[in-house]
């Protein structure tokens, strides 16, 4: 008797997933800013006319480590800690297969693209800039109810679906 067909993972299942994922994240970020501010003694950030100027560098260094969490995890099991502990798969839409790093990288910077709109922090108040975040996020998750996968604008750009996967 062959196992039943993942079906599709439902927003809170997915929210719940993400939200594990992004403590997951936060640490990581906290590991690597310990890390950095003891390679440079504690002068990463510095202070100029009360704002914090953040090295480029180190922000791209930031990025790097959550976009590696994340592509590593889909590439190697198709599964975040998030995920596997809501029992959800990332699958390619085409064939259902396991992700390609290829798919995998292009899903993440699918995902991340709302937060270009970080960029408005420059000539706008920070506020506008995290709204419009929010704001993009939303019609992300927004396409979900019209699609029959429940697939995000994010898997539908990178040719990915998330399943949740049968009870054990």
């Known amino acids: 008797m062959s196992s039943p067909a993942p079906q599709p993972?439902?927003?809170?299942?997915?929210?719940?997933?993400?939200?594990?994922?992004?403590?997951?994240?936060?640490?990581?970020?906290?590991?690597?800013?310990?890390?950095?501010?003891?390679?440079t003694r504690a002068q990463l950030i510095a202070l100029h006319a009360g704002h914090a100027q953040v090295p480029l560098l180190y922000q791209l260094l930031q990025m790097g480590v959550v976009c590696a969490y994340f592509v590593?995890?889909?590439?190697?099991?198709?599964q975040t800690i998030g995920a596997r502990a809501w029992r959800l798969r990332v699958l390619a839409t085409q064939g259902g297969g396991?992700?390609?790093?290829?798919?995998?990288?292009?899903?993440?910077?699918?995902?991340?693209l709302p937060l270009l709109a970080l960029l408005l922090?420059?000539?706008?108040?920070?506020?506008?800039?995290?709204?419009?975040v929010a704001a993009l996020w939303l019609i992300d998750y927004a396409a979900m109810p019209f699609d029959r996968m429940r697939r995000t604008l994010?898997?539908?750009?990178?040719?990915?679906c998330l399943r949740r996967l049968p009870a054990p």
Do not use: E
């Open 9 to 39: 993972a439902t927003m809170p299942r997915r929210l719940a997933a993400l939200l594990y994922d992004l403590l997951i994240a936060l640490a990581l970020l906290l590991v690597v800013a310990l890390l950095a501010q003891l390679a």
């Open 72 to 78: 590593l995890s889909w590439t190697l099991g198709g």
């Open 98 to 112: 396991a992700l390609h790093l290829s798919r995998a990288l292009l899903r993440a910077l699918c995902a991340a």
């Open 121 to 132: 922090g420059y000539w706008a108040p920070p506020r506008t800039a995290v709204l419009a």
């Open 154 to 160: 994010h898997d539908r750009l990178s040719g990915t």
